[in-house]
């Protein structure tokens, strides 16, 4: 299964959900879009699966399984964008390419759609809510809907490569990450008269750069760590010294042990260096709303298999091997419960100026590459499928159903 020619249909469906940005466990507009086009398609689904999200399923039904994984959520960001189809929601911007992934999905699904009878087994389509702090990946694994599937695939755009260009890598891809928030008190005053206050500035402060040194001077320099602050509330006046402040932000690691000591030393730096300046802290590691994301860790065999597939499809000279980054994925809750592989499609035109990295408001999506992601989805689906019969021509899968 290959390339097919650029449809206007694509561009006029990620322009839609651009328009109508959703976060987190809000998508119900964006899943109404998904499920009027596979119910168009004629591909039946399950829905709501974890509040928002969509299962589709193209196939005989039976065993074995193949899951291709697409996010759905916006972030709480204003767009910066001037064009035609900037962004309604004040405050809310598909920033990170999710609208792009849902398209690329939808389009994988109709190419699927049209070679059923060709298919040695069942796709399963995720239509994932919440990716973007929320862990919407985790409720889908404990929801059940994946419990038989053999391999998950999941593709992210980026600016980083050329349209026409994937990348990934054997291993360790994405760490793992996690947030916290701290609240510093103290005792508000005149900034005229501070010995007649508590700073919690001042604490917080020095807090900020003694997290700084949890990486600097605590961590192996092979083990790659990161620790940012990247929240400070408080105060609201020239000359006034508040009762508190507040501060967040997210650590990382590709390992989980060194992941659990920065969580560890999180804490104990925040509390007791709040505490050297007389003042008092807690901290809030949110894991109810933001939960700890696993490192993203690509299967062996999976990363072989994905480099044959795209590079048949592209020409092996536009696969790039990628380097580890400290950026995190849900998709890795995913990968804890089966094999999974995650890789990037490049979009950079360089016709144009270079483009806008992720969560930036000025990001925009390449449409030219819907098509590329649309092909490689169906591509890595169907080939996954044909090889594990051809692999296991011998192997029953009559009880393994739906």
Not at 8 to 17: D, E, G, N, P, Y
Not at 167 to 181: D, H, I, N, V
Not at 253 to 271: D, G, H, N, P, Y
Not at 290 to 312: A, I, R, Y
Request: hydrophobic share 40%; glycine share 8%.
């Amino acid at each position: 299964m290959g390339f097919f020619c650029f449809d206007t249909s694509l561009a006029q469906f990620v322009r839609k959900i651009h328009e109508n940005p959703e976060l987190g466990y809000e998508e119900v507009e964006t899943s109404k879009l998904v499920r009027t086009e596979l119910e168009k398609m004629g591909v039946s689904y399950k829905y709501p699966v974890a509040v928002t999200g969509v299962i589709g399923y193209i196939g005989t039904g039976q065993a074995p399984f193949v899951a291709l994984r697409a996010d759905m959520d916006a972030l709480s960001m204003q767009e910066m964008v001037e064009w035609e189809h900037k962004s309604k929601i004040p405050g809310k911007m598909h920033a990170c390419g999710h609208d792009a992934h849902t398209t690329m999905l939808l389009g994988a699904a109709r190419l699927l759609k049209e070679h059923q009878d060709e298919l040695q087994g069942t796709v399963i389509l995720v239509f994932q809510p919440a990716e973007e702090g929320g862990g919407g990946a985790k409720k889908i694994v404990e929801a059940g809907v994946l419990e038989n599937v053999s391999a998950i695939f999941g593709l992210h755009v980026t600016n980083q490569l050329a349209l026409g260009q994937v990348s990934s890598r054997e291993g360790p891809l994405l760490a793992g990450s996690g947030f916290f928030e701290a609240k510093i008190s103290g005792k508000g005053g005149h900034a005229a008269l501070p010995q007649h206050a508590i700073d919690p500035i001042l604490a917080a402060s020095n807090v900020i750069v003694s997290l700084q040194h949890l990486v600097s001077r605590e961590a192996d320099p092979l083990d790659s760590q990161v620790v940012t602050v990247a929240k400070f509330e408080g105060g609201g006046a020239f000359n006034v010294i508040p009762d508190s402040v507040t501060i967040g932000g997210t650590f990382r690691a590709f390992s989980t042990k060194s992941f659990k000591q920065l969580q560890k030393r999180i804490e104990q730096v925040i509390t007791r260096q709040a505490s050297v300046h007389m003042c008092n802290a807690t901290v809030d590691f949110l894991q109810e709303v933001k939960p700890f994301f696993p490192p993203t860790v690509n299967d062996k065999g999976l990363h072989q298999f994905f480099k044959n597939v795209s590079g048949d499809m592209l020409g092996i000279e536009n696969y790039v091997e990628m380097q580890p980054l400290m950026g995190s994925e849900d998709f890795s809750f995913y990968q804890e419960s089966m094999p999974g592989h995650f890789s990037f499609v490049g979009m950079q035109n360089e016709a144009h100026s270079p483009m806008a990295s992720p969560h930036s408001p000025y990001f925009e999506v390449n449409e030219e590459l819907l098509p590329y992601g649309a092909s490689l989805h169906a591509s890595m689906a169907t080939r996954y499928l044909l090889d594990l019969k051809t692999s296991s021509p011998n192997k029953s899968y009559e009880k393994d159903e739906l």
